[in-house]
Structures are given as structure tokens and as C-alpha cells.
T-cell receptor
Framework: SQTIHQWPATLVQPVGSPLSLECTVE??????LYWYRQAAGRGLQLLFY??????ISSEVPQNLSASRPQDRQFILSSKKLLLSDSGFYLC?????????????FGSGTQLSVL | QKEVEQNSGPLSVPEGAIASLNCTYS??????FFWYRQYSGKSPELIMF????GDKEDGRFTAQLNKASQYVSLLIRDSQPSDSATYLC???????????FGTGTRLQVTL
């Protein structure tokens, strides 16, 4: 069966510091991979998605970036964090993109930027 | 107008009752509809999906879709305290190639 691992679970970072969140998927090949952010009182916001190695699509302009160095690895990064980057970050995967696409989420990272 | 709207709640129902959660969407071309359950501090979990008008039942859960009125509902029968969570509605299709989520409805099932 497929599993998704995301770490760390919680992170407290000062403003201006760098960020690296990692996500890996096991038990499947060539998944679609996603990074979402959930801010308090707001819905899930799609940040990036990837349909393959090195293929990244950005949904929202911001100071974050994403990379997919391996088929089942997805990394979210920032060179300098802002206060507004605080939130619950979720990695997700799916197969069979299209109208039947179902997302499966990792356990999430609660990021607090102080 | 928000693309996917949900009442934030909390919706409070007594144990054993039917909980009714509603969601409206603005893109008439939307074709796929999903319900995710999210416990506090945890990640969302897919519990139901529906593509066609009408009802779809899975255990205690029933999803209802009315494309003409642009709403989708989730009914939870025999509500249990373990159903207390935030329920996220998500929509796909039309002008959106990726899932669009609502902000969720918080459900509280009381003893």
C-alpha cells in the first residue's frame, strides 16, 4: 500500500531564516505531488504541484519554491521566511490526474514564523 | 464570491442524530466533488466523492449532488462523537484543473 511521509511535524523559525520541508511517497511510481498551505480560518491553498521529476508548477507567487529531485520526493523551500509564511503545510499525492483525481495527504508540518 | 462556500459552523448535533453539511460552488462547469474530514491538528482524509447528480451512500455517509442548484451535501447518519471534526468540501473541473477547497464546516457531536 502507498504511504506518504512528511517531516518535521512542527517547526518554529525566525523571520528571515531558510526553510526546507521534505515529503516522500512509498508504494507507488510517478505520482502527482502537491504542496498545500492551510492558514488559520482559511481553506487549503495549493502552492505547487508536480507531475514528474523536475516538473514544478507554481500556483501562487510567493517567496517559496519547490523541487522534485526524485520520482517520489518533493521538497518545499524558502531562502527567507516571512511572518505570513506561518501555517499548516501539507504534502499530498495522487494518481490518475483528471476529474477523478483523489488526494492523499501527509501528516503535515505546523510552521510558526516568529 | 468564493469559489467553494461552506458555513464555518460549528454545527452542533446530538449523538445519534443526522448531521447535514452543505457546500455551494460557483463554477457551473465543475464535475467532481469530494468531502474530506480533518480532525484538529491532523491532515485531511478523503471520505466521499460524487460525480453524478443524486445520492451516493457509503456506510453512515451520504453525499448528495445537485448540479442545477450548484450544491453538494454530506449527511452523516447516527452521528458519533468521533465524527466531530472539520469537513472540507472540494470541487474539481470547469475552469479549475486542480481541486478547490472550501474553508470547512466544524461539526460537534454532543453526548
Amino acid at each position: 500500500s502507498q504511504t506518504i511521509h512528511q517531516w518535521p511535524a512542527t517547526l518554529v523559525q525566525p523571520v528571515g531564516s531558510p526553510l526546507s520541508l521534505e515529503c516522500t511517497v512509498e508504494g507507488t511510481s510517478n505520482p502527482n505531488l502537491y504542496w498545500y498551505r492551510q492558514a488559520a480560518g482559511r481553506g487549503l491553498q495549493l502552492l505547487f504541484y508536480s507531475v514528474g521529476i523536475g516538473q514544478i508548477s507554481s500556483e501562487v507567487p510567493q517567496n517559496l519554491s519547490a523541487s522534485r529531485p526524485q520520482d517520489r520526493q518533493f521538497i518545499l523551500s524558502s531562502k527567507k521566511l516571512l511572518l505570513s509564511d506561518s501555517g499548516f503545510y501539507l504534502c499530498a499525492w495522487s494518481l490518475y490526474p483528471g476529474l477523478g483525481e483523489k488526494l492523499f495527504f501527509g501528516s503535515g508540518t505546523q510552521l510558526s514564523v516568529l | 464570491q468564493k469559489e467553494v462556500e461552506q458555513n464555518s459552523g460549528p454545527l452542533s448535533v446530538p449523538e445519534g442524530a443526522i448531521a447535514s453539511l452543505n457546500c455551494t460552488y460557483s463554477d457551473r462547469g465543475s464535475q467532481s466533488f469530494f468531502w474530506y474530514r480533518q480532525y484538529s491538528g491532523k491532515s485531511p482524509e478523503l471520505i466521499m466523492f460524487i460525480y453524478s447528480n443524486g445520492d451516493k451512500e457509503d456506510g453512515r455517509f451520504t453525499a448528495q449532488l445537485n448540479k442545477a442548484s450548484q450544491y453538494v451535501s454530506l449527511l452523516i447518519r447516527d452521528s458519533q462523537p468521533s465524527d466531530s471534526a472539520t469537513y472540507l468540501c472540494a470541487v474539481l473541473g470547469g475552469t479549475a484543473s486542480k481541486l478547490t477547497f472550501g474553508t470547512g464546516t466544524r461539526l460537534q457531536v454532543t453526548l
